[in-house]
């Protein structure tokens, strides 16, 4: 009869053997109204934070991302470009300081790295959602149109998702669902959707953003109606970002006029039907492609 012998594992050895917990998703939902407060929920492999009244945690918000998570997604209402622009701003900041540190010599991406225009990542996923009453009554008037001119812009600036809704407190019950439905690598306009609008700036482009410009029923001058006013933005904008604080109340000021509107002349001009927008900003996808190929 042979003697079974028994492996005693020393407790040091041991400890080195546990499984470690591979780390979470986090999602932070950040919004601008109703009483202060932070909720957390954990969801299967996320860990999401609502902040209401964010601008009061800022300083949470750079703790939370600094920490080691598998991924990070925010998904920020908006609710005024000055807010959505000094957020930005703070998030740019702490990316830029993480891909310097060799603790964190492999920072987050950005999902899509064919961003041409993402000059200012974020090191994250970003969701911005545009409430559809801000876009309301008028949907050609110019400041609806700016709105999404100029959001759009801004998010193809930080490699940026753009959803609108009409129902924010039903989409936003399952932020899972919402994450993967932004990754969407095409837009999706519908209004018998909850989500009737997205735009992945991974399809945007300075081109498609103009082309909104001509689905406006009136002129106004504020419109980026031609690439040339996305680049003098684009120069305004990278300054604000890179520049003093001077540079930065200058970007601030250049926004702040599109919640305001502007007393102009209104003459009613040729409007480009949806399906005709769609066909020219395919026609633009087709003709950058035709370009890289040549070079």
Known sequence: ??????????????????????????????????????????????????????????????????????????????????????????????????????????????????????????????????????LEPDLLAPESVMIQQYLRFVDLKHGANLISTKDIASVLENPTKLIAQSLNVQPIIDTSQPLSLIIPSSWDSFNKITLLAKSSIYDDDRLLGSENDCNQLNMLYDSGFDGTDADMEMLLGRFEPLSHPQDVSRNPKELLTLNEMLKKAHQIAQNNHNREVLQ
């Open 1 to 134: 009869m042979r003697h079974q012998e028994t492996t005693i594992v020393p407790r040091k050895m041991f400890s080195k053997l546990q499984v470690k917990e591979d780390p979470k998703e986090l999602v932070l939902i950040i919004r601008n109204d109703g009483t202060t407060a932070v909720k957390y929920d954990c969801l299967d492999n996320y860990e999401v934070y609502t902040l209401c009244r964010y601008e009061l945690f800022y300083e949470y918000i750079e703790d939370l991302i600094k920490r080691k998570w598998k991924k990070i997604t925010i998904i920020n209402i908006f609710n005024s470009f000055r807010s959505l622009i000094v957020l930005l701003k703070r998030l740019y900041l702490v990316n830029v300081e993480l891909s310097s540190n060799q603790e964190f010599s492999e920072p987050q991406s950005v999902p899509n790295t064919k961003l041409t225009n993402c000059a200012l990542s974020l090191g994250l996923q970003f969701i911005n959602i545009l409430p559809h009453s801000l």
